[in-house]
């Protein structure tokens, strides 16, 4: 009889998919797998099982990552890439379980231990493992989107196991629940085996797995009620992250409307009451770029456009009456005197003190450029940079970009400081875009010299409402878990916020709108619609919950992934060794 492989695989990609927004079905997170998981043992040449495995994986990612090609049309390469790119992960996955199958590793530890250590290497391949530091080849170019854990961030009692093991171990937690389930309705036989496993070695694997897997959760649970029980937070500085819907079209081509827009609404959150002590702007919505020189480079030796930019910078920044630090999400461009280079930053002014003598109106001149300044350190490719676009010109193709957009990554955590009206000192970590969705990134805030609470800032214009805005919203909450720290975002179309160190999205953008006399004003949203809060214009203003607990994966690091490519090699190798005595 003719084994159908194709459609547990086809229906596995659609229910991997539900689980994540637009639909947000987390449940079938815990059972999404289980149609794929057939192929384990499918009676099929490995021709067939492989090529289903990866059409499950097209699938999947196909419907995920949709969203890319509404950036550009030339983005629909990019959706085309990811598409047929990451499924191999899925294969790679498969062949592990496999051979974890040949030495009796019941599956509801051997899906884990593979989909885990995928998902781990999907994030650094090729050049973002840490060891690549030493050799001077490390880039974190990874696509971190799409873990099975993060199809549970609406499952806060879960997921508080995040701060001991990342991500990772929620992704752990339910991919063993599928290989549990998947145990139950697979073949009793692995393949190579003379005979039928004795029934009763059989029913032991199915509950033992089954046991494992609600002990997992159980016990994951439990742990999320005594957090919240434990749970401490006290008054931080009070801040307004400001959100403009500004399309990436308008953004690249209307400067005149970006900074309409972001003026008003700037002025909108200066004039709260009370003021806030920090002003929040999203990525790259500065139209006006910072130029430095860096040490040992003399700035007369610069381009003329580089120095013409260089008094506009400064005048910008440096001649203003800053009445409130402001962080602002801009380019920066630094002359090393040999080329200019070009960075994504965060860039932070603070009011600066005043001269004797200074008058309302007089100039504000600062004794020195500020120094607080975060330098994007996880580059997107074909958005920030396009590898081997000097090797390979025709990679240009998957660039939204006619010229060239060269980012250089940032080398530094820097901790902004900041001091709040009422004389209260307090630092703060950025992310840029996609950098939430890296957990080393923000584990390294807390790892030494803790900040005390993070910032996100991002132009999701690129994506114009759709589910891209939810699910970016969505993974951040995991960074705030991991850490143990707020994270304030502010986010170009959305979805700006403030998430507490529990993951609890507490804070949403009210809308800003005009009343009936044309006055500007600031109108309320639902707060647990997180798509009321897309494509408005608004400001999130709100006190940041300070947490001071010290989590566990800020000292341990990725231990989850380490243990399970540790649990997959000795696997792998004990297949390899009982298949040769076998011959």
């Known amino acids: 009889m003719k084994t159908h492989v194709f459609l547990p695989a086809i229906a596995s990609g659609a229910l991997l998919w539900a689980a994540f927004f637009p639909l947000d079905l987390g449940v079938l997170g815990f059972v999404a797998l289980v149609p794929w998981l057939t192929l384990v043992r499918a009676p099929v040449s490995n021709r067939r099982r492989y090529f289903a495995a990866y059409l499950g994986g097209v699938v999947f990612f196909t419907l995920a990552t949709n969203w890319v090609r509404v950036a550009h049309p030339n983005m629909f390469m990019s959706w085309f890439g990811l598409a047929v790119v990451m499924p191999v992960f899925w294969l790679a996955a498969l062949a592990i379980i496999r051979r974890l199958d040949r030495v009796g590793a019941p599956m509801a530890l051997s899906v884990p231990v593979a989909w885990v250590a995928m998902e781990y290497f999907r994030m650094h391949f090729p050049t973002g493992f840490p060891f690549m530091k030493q050799i001077g080849a490390y880039q974190?170019?990874?696509?971190?989107?799409?873990?099975?854990?993060?199809?549970?961030h609406s499952f806060l009692q879960l997921i508080q196991i995040a701060d001991f093991g990342g991500v990772y171990v929620v992704s752990f937690v339910v991919g063993a629940v599928n290989g549990a389930l998947a145990e139950w309705i697979r073949r009793p036989t692995p393949e190579g085996t003379a005979a039928a496993s004795p029934a009763p070695q059989v029913k032991a694997a199915r509950t033992g797995g089954l046991v494992f897997a609600l002990a997992l959760v159980g016990t994951s649970i439990g742990y999320g009620y005594w957090r919240f029980d434990h749970t401490a937070f006290t008054d931080g500085p009070l801040v307004a992250a400001i959100q403009g819907n500004v399309s990436q079209g308008d953004k690249m081509g209307d400067t005149a409307k970006l900074v309409s827009s972001y003026s008003q609404l700037h002025m909108t959150a200066f004039n709260e009451k009370p003021r806030p002590d920090l002003i929040i702007w999203p990525e790259t919505c500065c139209p006006v770029d910072w130029c430095s020189v860096a040490p040992g480079a003399k700035g007369?030796?610069?381009?003329e456009e580089f120095q013409r930019w260089r008094l506009i910078s400064r005048k910008e920044f440096l001649e203003r009456d800053w009445n409130t630090p402001v962080l602002f999400g801009l380019n920066g461009l630094e002359w090393d005197g040999a080329r200019v280079w070009k960075y994504n930053s965060a860039f932070m002014v603070k009011p600066a003190p005043k001269p004797e003598g200074w008058l309302p109106g007089d100039p504000v001149l600062f004794p020195s450029a500020p120094v607080d300044r975060y330098d994007k350190m996880h580059l997107v490719p074909f958005g920030e940079y396009v590898p081997l676009g000097e090797q390979l010109p025709f990679m240009a193709w998957f660039t939204p970009y006619k010229k060239g957009y060269e980012c250089r990554p940032g080398e530094k955590?820097?901790?902004?400081?900041?001091?709040?009206?009422d004389g209260r000192p307090f630092t703060f970590g950025c992310l840029i875009c996609y950098e939430d969705s890296d957990p080393y990134l923000a584990r390294q805030y807390v790892a030494s010299e803790p900040v005390?609470?993070?910032v996100n800032i991002s132009n999701d214009g690129w994506f114009d409402g759709t589910e891209e805005h939810e699910q970016h919203l969505a993974i951040c909450r995991f960074r705030a878990i991991e850490a143990r720290r707020?994270?304030?975002?502010s986010v170009n179309m959305g979805i700006?916020?403030?998430?507490?160190?529990?993951?609890?999205v507490v804070t949403l953008p009210r809308q800003l709108t005009r009343d009936s006399n044309d006055k500007l004003t600031l109108k309320e949203k639902p707060q647990g619609e997180w798509s009321e809060a897309k494509k408005i214009?608004?400001?999130?203003t709100a006190t940041v919950p300070i947490d001071t607990r010290r989590p566990l994966y800020a000292s341990l690091g990725d231990w989850v992934p380490a243990g399970c490519w540790l649990i997959a090699l000795v696997g792998v190798v004990a297949s390899l060794v009982k298949r040769k005595v076998a011959v």
């Open 140 to 152: 974190m170019i990874g696509f971190g989107w799409y873990y099975l854990g993060y199809t549970q």
């Open 537 to 540: 214009d608004g400001v999130m």
């Open 300 to 303: 007369e030796d610069a381009p």
């Open 496 to 504: 700006s916020g403030l998430i507490d160190a529990d993951g609890r």
């Open 413 to 421: 955590w820097t901790r902004f400081p900041l001091t709040t009206r």
């Open 452 to 454: 005390d609470f993070l």
């Open 486 to 489: 707020a994270v304030v975002r």
